[in-house]
């Protein structure tokens, strides 16, 4: 899975609707702070900044987030859920903030790799 993208679209397949590009640009947001779990993450502050970059109201992208959840969770392919959540399978519907949490977490993931990669190819085979 190469981004954010990628894993949305191999938990849920249709990613086109203005909900997923809201989770998507949330998710990008999450991914540029320090976050260390839920409780650390201020998703009111997001919120805010989303809705200064898109003109998307807080509230509206807020409850979009939720139903986004709801129907990745409901119909989402949970090997990809089990995987994002790291092998432990959440027992009920994840909160918007946890997945946002979770997807930022492996945003990140993928930016230290994508990172990694270039001074691998640089020292070449030892």
């Known amino acids: 899975m190469e981004d954010t993208r ?4 191999e ?14 640009g949330v ?7 320090d976050i260390d779990g839920v409780e650390y993450l ?3 502050t997001i919120l805010g900044e989303y809705e200064k970059m898109t003109g998307r109201k807080a509230q509206t992208v807020s409850k979009s987030l939720g ?6 969770w409901e ?3 949970r090997d990809v859920f089990r ?10 519907c994840p909160s918007p903030k946890s997945l946002v949490i979770r997807l930022a977490y492996f945003e990140r993931r993928r930016k230290r ?4 990669v270039p001074n691998a190819l640089v020292l070449g085979p030892v």
């Open 83 to 92: 995987e994002l959540y790291q092998g432990h399978l959440p027992s009920t």
């Open 42 to 44: 201020q998703m009111g």
């Open 6 to 9: 990628d894993i949305i679209a």
């Open 11 to 24: 938990i849920i397949g249709d990613i086109s609707s203005i909900g997923y590009k809201d989770l998507r």
């Open 27 to 33: 998710v990008a947001l999450a991914a540029e702070r």
């Open 75 to 77: 119909s989402g392919n």
């Open 67 to 72: 139903r986004i959840t709801a129907i990745m």
């Open 113 to 116: 790799q994508m990172k990694d």
